[in-house]
T-cell receptor
């Protein structure tokens, strides 16, 4: 069990560029979550998948953001036309399905938009 | 806007002292989790409390869930420098414990 893996760990991009992050969950976990954390704040929920189905999206997830989990395994989060306000740590977590199943987080991707 | 309020925001103590971090809300949660986060890393789960009034101990850490399942506390006895970190509480409102509402965190610094 290698835990939740996120790539890249750090990304610096110019305003207006598109970026894509990848998350590989723990292998037997069929739920996958994306969170965003800005400096001095706790993580904020963005969206989650059960297998390949995206079951919920937060209002924080503007139309410039899109998340996919095409085969129910890894997931990608794409941000189009990045803005400076998108600078944050993007965290991925995974869990099993069922009552009382805790989520485990990856190390995150730190995005800086310049 | 964080629905879970943590206090204090920052705590600096000497090695060997005790500390308590509080997590309060006006909402009822089906479970409440405590995480610790190091700079540049993701949160690491410490404990989950589910039952109102529940107390869980993890070595020198004691976690309590309020009777009404709206608040929680974390108490560290005889703090060590390795306890330094950002402590986050997070509540789940459904049986899916991965969809969480986090507090803003309490930064704890333990100096030798």
């Amino acid at each position: 069990d290698t835990g939740v893996s996120q790539n890249p760990r750090h990304k610096i991009t110019k305003r207006g560029q598109n970026v894509t992050f990848r998350c590989d969950p723990i292998s037997e976990h069929n739920r996958l979550y994306w969170y965003r954390q800005t400096l001095g704040q706790g993580p904020e929920f963005l969206t989650y998948f059960q297998n390949e189905a995206q079951l919920e999206k937060s209002r924080l997830l503007s139309d410039r953001f899109s998340a996919e989990r095409p085969k129910g395994s890894f997931s990608t989060l794409e941000i189009q036309r990045t803005e400076q306000g998108d600078s944050a740590m993007y965290l991925c977590a995974s869990s099993r399905t069922g009552i009382g199943t805790e989520a485990f987080f990856g190390q995150g991707t730190r995005l800086t938009v310049v | 806007t964080q629905l879970l309020e943590q206090s204090p925001q920052f705590l600096s103590i000497q090695e060997g002292e005790n500390l308590t971090v509080y997590c309060n809300s006006s909402s009822v949660f089906s479970s409440l989790q405590w995480y610790r986060q190091e700079p540049g890393e993701g949160p690491v789960l410490l404990v989950t409390v589910v039952t109102g009034g529940e107390v869980k101990k993890l070595k020198r850490l004691t976690f309590q869930f309020g009777d009404a399942r709206k608040d929680s506390s974390l108490h560290i006895t005889a703090a060590q420098p390795g306890d330094t970190g950002l402590y986050l509480c997070a509540g789940a409102k459904t049986d899916s414990w991965g969809k969480l509402q986090f507090g803003a965190g309490t930064q704890v610094v333990v100096t030798p």
